[in-house]
Each structure stands twice: as structure tokens, then as C-alpha cells.
């Protein structure tokens, strides 16, 4: 099946510092991707979607300045996390699917574990 | 009121029980609907679609009701490998899934 790759797959940064994560799409084409946050005992929660060559739409209450994201290629795309505080310490998680798949379709990376000290 | 809302349980459950979920959904403009199962810390993983004339996946059943938007997933013969946490999930628009918070199933010997 498809497969979604995460970099990296946990990270522990300092409270201020940027931190960039890596979804890559490696044996399709991804068109779209789609970037979720799931704090503990929460649901995943929808933060942006990425369409290759355009820019990201973020979902209500999630800050574009803070979370920046490039969909620069069809199978890279990259989630920034700029001047990280603790609260921003969550299960980062993307997703992608290629052009005419369902919405079901959506492969899902493995996650990344970020901590904000 | 939460978009998607199911029970967070646990289930706690022996080995070949039956246990079944319930999930209810607040947008009846909802088109798609699906069962997601979580492991802990791991990412989500479909476990099936769920249609209106209700569909089965070996020992999962998935039922829908459009009237009452709910939904259900019943799991037969319970195998220690179904621990997990069972995700209610809703797509209305677009290629937008709308995620429960998850039910917890812990399967015991």
C-alpha cells in the first residue's frame, strides 16, 4: 500500500526555538496533504491543508504565521512550528492523497512527537 | 456541542466477548463515514467504511442511521489484539475528515 513517511519521528526543542517536520509521500504522488495535531486524549483536529504549488488553508483558530507550510513538491511537504512554546507540545500527524482518491484515501504518516520544554 | 462525539470508555472486555460502539455525528450534511483504529502513539489506521445498508468486515459490523446520525461499530469474538482506541470519523466537505475523540477497548485474557 502507500506509504507516508514523518521527519523526524519525535523532537524535544527549547520554548522559542522554529522546529520543521518532514511529510513525504514515497511511492505516489501526493496532490494533496494534510496536516493534524492531536493532543492527548483528544481527537485529531484538521490544522491546514496543502495543495502542491499553493498555498496552505488553515482551519479556523490555527495561526498561518506560526505554522508554516510548504507543499514545494508532489511528495514533500513540510510542517514549520516557529517560536515553539509547551503548549504547543503535541502529536503532529499528516496525511496525503493522490489525485482522484476519496477522502478515505488518506494515507497517514506516522507522526511526530513534539516536545517544547 | 462536538461535531463527533463517541464515549470514551474504556471498554474493558474478555476475550470473545461481543462489544459494540457508538458514535453520533452533528452535521447532517455528513457524506461519508468511517471506523479508524488507533494504537497508542501510532498513527490512525481505516478499519472500514460504514454505509447505509450497513457492511461487515469479518468480525466488524458497521451500521449507520441517517435519521438519528449515529453511527455503530460492533466487534464479534473479541482477540487480545483489538485493544485499541476505535476512532469515529466524518467527512462533509471536500476532503475534510472530522475525527471522534475515540473509544478505548482493552481486550483481556
Known amino acids: 500500500g502507500a506509504v507516508v513517511s514523518q521527519h523526524p519521528s519525535w523532537v524535544i526543542c527549547k520554548s522559542g526555538t522554529s522546529v520543521k517536520i518532514e511529510c513525504r509521500s514515497l511511492?505516489?504522488?501526493?496532490?494533496?496533504m494534510f496536516w493534524y495535531r492531536q493532543f492527548p486524549k483528544q481527537s485529531l483536529m484538521l490544522m491546514a491543508t496543502?495543495?502542491?504549488?499553493?498555498?496552505?488553508?488553515?482551519e479556523q483558530g490555527v495561526e498561518k504565521d506560526k505554522f508554516l507550510i510548504n507543499h514545494a513538491s508532489l511528495t514533500l511537504s513540510t510542517l514549520t512550528v516557529t517560536s515553539a512554546h509547551p503548549e504547543d507540545s503535541s502529536f503532529y500527524i499528516c496525511?496525503?492523497?493522490?489525485?482522484?482518491?476519496?477522502?478515505?484515501?488518506?494515507?497517514f504518516g506516522p507522526g511526530t512527537r513534539l516536545t517544547v520544554t | 456541542r462536538k461535531e463527533v462525539e463517541q464515549d470514551p470508555g474504556p471498554f474493558n472486555v474478555p476475550e470473545g466477548a461481543t462489544v459494540a460502539f457508538n458514535c453520533t455525528y452533528s452535521?447532517?450534511?455528513?457524506?461519508?463515514f468511517f471506523w479508524y483504529r488507533q494504537d497508542c502513539r501510532k498513527e490512525p489506521k481505516l478499519l472500514m467504511s460504514?454505509?447505509?445498508s450497513g457492511n461487515e468486515d469479518g468480525r466488524f459490523t458497521a451500521q449507520l442511521n441517517r435519521a438519528s446520525q449515529y453511527i455503530s461499530l460492533l466487534i464479534r469474538d473479541s482477540k487480545l489484539s483489538d485493544s485499541a482506541t476505535y476512532l469515529c470519523v466524518v467527512n462533509y466537505s471536500s476532503y475534510k475528515l472530522i475525527f471522534g475523540s475515540g473509544t478505548r477497548l482493552l481486550v483481556r485474557p
Open positions: 460504514v454505509y447505509s
Open positions: 496543502s495543495n502542491e504549488g499553493s498555498k496552505a488553508t488553515y
Open positions: 496525511s496525503a492523497i493522490s489525485m482522484g482518491q476519496g477522502p478515505y484515501e488518506q494515507y
Open positions: 511511492d505516489f504522488q501526493a496532490t494533496t
Open positions: 452535521n447532517s450534511a455528513s457524506q461519508s
